[in-house]
């Protein structure tokens, strides 16, 4: 078994999910007393907010990369980027370590093709809905047309995630306002939505809405399982 190596802490509370998931996948897959064989750095995310905020990108890139470069040294095999909005980036993160980025947008788009759906609503931070590093990554590398919420909907969306969920705080407004926003974008096109938050999975899921959902948390967490049992580190 390989071992997975986690940046995480953007929110802790997401990151919890990836805990949780992977070690509940391997002891599906391996079945006993078999757990992942992880190594985490969870970073302060306060400091990575206040650089997304203030557009301070690099600052934040450098904070993440040393981040990486620790979880490198204890040992990962390959590492994962617990959150959406920091692949923003990922090039540079990749750049500076010697193992693989498994990319939170792949799995998802690779499932999505499978599933043979081609258009896709997209929900996370103004900042993954609104830049190209993530809606281009779809576009380009998996032809999948992306759809996101109108300027005013994405202004909730995203205050919902930075005011709500990364404080561990889940309500049934904040829900419903969820639910109508997929609804929206369902009308104008979108076969299935991106959960392209981690926080999202966190307030709603396939029960709320007849809309088909992707956690983009959950698809990187199976991949991750999946390499980490497999023989090579190619994905």
């Not at 400091?47 to 040992?75: F, M, P, Y």
């Not at 390959?78 to 498994?102: G, R, W, Y």
């Not at 809606?135 to 759809?147: C, M, N, Q, S």
């Not at 369902?186 to 076969?191: S, T, Y």
């Amino acid at each position: 078994m390989k071992t997975i190596g986690l940046l995480g802490g953007m929110s802790w509370e997401s990151t919890m999910s990836y805990y949780q998931g992977l070690n509940q996948g391997i002891k599906t897959r391996l079945g006993g007393l078999n757990s992942a064989k992880i190594a985490l750095w969870s970073v302060n995310f306060a400091e990575i907010e206040t650089h997304q905020r203030l557009g301070e990108w690099d600052k934040a890139a450098n904070i993440l990369i040393k981040a990486a470069q620790q979880v490198e040294a204890s040992g990962a095999d390959f590492l994962l980027i617990c959150t959406n909005t920091m692949h923003k980036v990922a090039s540079q993160i990749e750049a500076a370590i010697d193992i693989p980025l498994l990319h939170i947008a792949d799995p998802t788009a690779k499932q999505l093709i499978k599933d043979n759906i081609t258009t896709v609503g997209l929900l996370g931070t103004q900042f993954t809905m609104e830049d190209r590093f993530y809606k281009g990554r779809l576009a380009e590398k998996f032809a999948i047309e992306v759809i996101t919420p109108n300027s005013a909907d994405r202004q909730t969306v995203h205050n919902i995630i930075y005011q709500e969920l990364c404080l561990g705080i889940l309500n049934n407004t904040a829900r419903q306002h969820y639910i109508n926003i997929i609804d929206k974008l369902h009308q104008q096109g979108a076969q299935a939505i991106i959960l392209g938050c981690t926080e999202i999975g966190l307030l709603i899921n396939s029960n709320d809405t007849k809309v088909p959902l992707y956690d983009t948390t959950q698809q990187h967490v199976q991949a991750a399982v999946d390499l980490a049992l497999s023989r090579s580190l190619t994905n």
